[in-house]
């Protein structure tokens, strides 16, 4: 057996798709439900509106369309499996992406979900790319979609400002590590000490297994947004520079960086620290608010990549939980 044979391929992204649902959600609209304004959310959080899912759709709704869009956009209607990020499964049991890929015509793959709240995305593409690189699928579909609106507490404020629903899609497929669209290395990592940060604290065994009834508010998502934001800043700080001394990059190499969207301030925060000029920085915060696991393709489409560009991606969110990795940006048109 030659080298060559011996050698693992690369996971290349060759597709993106994203869909967000229809209904919009102005920061005024808010207002008239919350003790909050246009004003204030602006300021913090840079965020003017964010979708929402309507009753009748669910987290699959919007993963199907995303993966629809992804696997036209890589010129190829196959994948023989299918990864979906997400915090908001359709129900806890069964996993959501079974019966995506079954709507998507894909029948008899592997599919299954994975949970790292807001990092979701990057951990679906490790597990995407080294599916590839073992040899174990040809082409995956990795999908990041959340539906946190279904999650918020209607009387939370600060949870309600923030979060909106999407999805988004990418195809990855084996090739070369030099080539563009080639994913890796990656810096992945958690602080499980810190898990009480962000929490949705009732609905799980350790509720059920003390036979005690949840009060209500239990069971919606929270969130301690101080701590968030600091650990925010420090741990994607830290990732980059961890993958960037992995790639060989400096900060300067870096054309487009796609971070994930919870907060502009922690988008400025980051820019600050790594002393990133502010135009690399890719931002479509204003209009999709922080959609958790859909955050990082979502912004990819939106992000004005150019072929050749060296894009940084970084995630984080609950568990605590970060990731980020690079790629030159391949021929690639979002559907
Ligand atoms: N409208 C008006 N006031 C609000 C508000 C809203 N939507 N949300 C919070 N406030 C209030 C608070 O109640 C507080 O009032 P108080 O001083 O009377 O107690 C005040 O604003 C300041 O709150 P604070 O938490 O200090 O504000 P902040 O500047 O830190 O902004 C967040 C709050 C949530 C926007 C910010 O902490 C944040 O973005 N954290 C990170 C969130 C995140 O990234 N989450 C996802 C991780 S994946």
Redesign the pocket.
């Given at each position: 057996m030659t080298a060559r044979q011996w050698s693992r391929p690369s996971a290349v992204l060759c597709g993106l798709g994203t869909y967000l649902p229809p209904r919009i959600v102005t920061n005024d609209e808010l207002s008239l439900e919350?003790?909050?304004?246009d004003e204030?959310?602006r300021n913090?959080?840079g965020i003017r509106r964010r979708h929402v899912i309507e009753p009748g759709s669910a987290t699959s709704t919007l993963a199907i369309e995303a993966g629809r869009r992804a696997l036209k956009s890589s010129r190829h209607d196959r994948a023989d499996a299918v990864v979906v990020a997400t915090t908001t499964p359709d129900r806890p049991c069964p996993a959501t992406a079974p019966e995506v890929a079954a709507q998507l015509g894909l029948p008899g793959v592997p599919a299954f979900d994975i949970g790292a709240?807001?990092a979701g995305f990057v951990y679906a593409l490790a597990i995407g790319a080294g599916l590839i690189s073992s040899g174990i699928a040809e082409r995956v579909l990795v999908i990041g979609a959340d539906t946190f609106s279904t999650i918020l507490n209607p009387k939370d404020?600060?949870t309600?400002?923030?979060f909106g629903d999407g999805a988004g899609a990418v195809v990855l497929r084996p090739g070369e590590a030099g080539e563009p669209g080639a994913l890796g290395p990656f810096d992945l990592g958690t602080d499980g000490d810190l898990a009480d940060l962000?929490t949705v604290p009732a609905g799980g065994s350790r509720q059920r297994a003390e036979g005690t009834t949840a009060p209500p508010a239990d069971h919606y998502f929270t969130?301690q947004?101080?701590s968030?934001?600091q650990q925010?800043v420090l741990r994607m700080t830290e990732s980059v520079q961890r993958v960037l001394a992995q790639t060989g990059w400096s900060v300067d190499d870096i054309d487009r960086f796609v971070g994930?969207q919870?907060?502009a301030?922690?988008l400025t925060a980051l820019a600050e620290r790594l002393e990133l000029p502010r135009e690399r920085i890719v931002s479509n915060i204003d209009r999709v608010g922080?959609t958790?696991a859909a955050s990082i393709p979502l912004a990819l489409a939106d992000g004005g990549l150019r072929p050749g560009h060296r894009v940084l991606l970084t995630s984080?969110?609950?568990g605590l939980a970060w990731g980020s990795t690079v790629l030159r940006w391949p021929e690639v048109t979002p559907a």
């Open positions: 919350l003790d909050t304004t204030w959310i913090r959080t709240v807001c404020r600060t309600r400002a923030i962000i969130m947004g101080k968030v934001f925010a994930h919870a907060n301030r922690i922080n958790a984080f969110g609950g």
